[in-house]
């Protein structure tokens, strides 16, 4: 079973920075491609950031260039780092893995099996 805990989450202000992290326990290991994914409030959920088992990244358009999806294989360990936060990155955060390698599917929420409960991003203006 694997198991997945997202931390990192809080409140800063516009320009600041969060570095999100989400710690993977059971059968993960470099086999598995992995996603960070947000749902505001009356919003859907959407794809942040994603890596795959073999280390191709994918960012959703409006983060390019803010966001860096990063893992530590070793430790099991999927980050995120968000730079210049602006009020519309305020969301859930959540942590996805799924076994194999995805690569045009890295931001589709239905190609992961397995999911945290979330950490809250708020930036304020």
């Known amino acids: 079973q694997v198991q997945l805990v997202e931390s990192g989450g809080g409140s800063v202000q516009a320009g600041g920075s969060l570095r999100l992290s989400c710690a993977a326990s059971?059968?993960?290991?470099?086999?598995?491609?992995m996603g960070w994914f947000r749902q505001a409030p009356g919003q859907g959920r959407e794809g942040v950031a994603g890596i795959s088992s073999v280390g191709d990244t994918k960012y959703k358009g409006s983060v390019k260039g803010r966001f860096t999806i990063s893992r530590d294989n070793a430790e099991k360990t999927l980050y995120l780092q968000m730079n210049s936060l602006k009020p519309e990155d305020t969301a859930m955060y959540y942590c996805?893995?799924?076994?194999?390698?995805?690569?045009?599917?890295?931001?589709?929420?239905?190609?992961?099996?397995?999911w945290g409960r979330g950490t809250q991003v708020t930036v304020s203006s």
């Open positions: 059971g059968y993960t290991d470099s086999s598995y491609s």
């Open positions: 996805a893995a799924t076994r194999g390698r995805l690569l045009a599917s890295l931001l589709v929420s239905s190609s992961y099996r397995n």
